[in-house]
Nanobody, 121 residues
Framework: QVQLVESGGGLVQAGGSLRLSCAASGRIFSINVMGWYRQAPGKQRELVAVISSGGSTNYADSVKGRFTISRDSAKNTVYLRMNSLKPEDTAVYYC???????????????WGQGTQVTVSS
């Protein structure tokens, strides 16, 4: 029983900023990779940014230099700071986490409910 709860989405004008948060709760032994994906209308879901348990990060080319992913292990929380937002960033943003509920079990691929980010031009 693991849940991911997202917050921070909203409506901003082009050039503005938002900070998304995602907290994992429930039966958690460890969390490996955490990340953010997004899905725009009529488009497939795409990776935005990921961060490993050791702090290594990867970003989609479209957001490099504008978005920053970070995590707080003590709070089982991952963040996405989104700067210099563009209309093409408009999408539903989903939190994702690779979570082990026990020491020997296979990791679970967990998803949040999604939060809407709308950037007006």
């Amino acid at each position: 029983q693991v849940q991911l709860v997202e917050s921070g989405g909203g409506l901003v004008q082009a050039g503005g900023s938002l900070r998304l948060s995602c907290a994992a709760s429930g039966r958690i032994f460890s969390i490996n990779v955490m990340g953010w994906y997004r899905q725009a209308p009529g488009k497939q879901r795409e990776l935005v940014a990921v961060i490993s348990s050791g702090g290594s990060t990867n970003y989609a080319d479209s957001v490099k230099g504008r978005f920053t992913i970070s995590r707080d292990s003590a709070k089982n929380t991952v963040y996405l700071r989104m700067n210099s937002l563009k209309p093409e960033d408009t999408a539903v943003y989903y939190c994702n986490a690779d979570i082990r509920t026990t020491a020997v079990g296979s990791p679970l691929d967990c998803w949040g409910q999604g939060t809407q980010v709308t950037v007006s031009s």
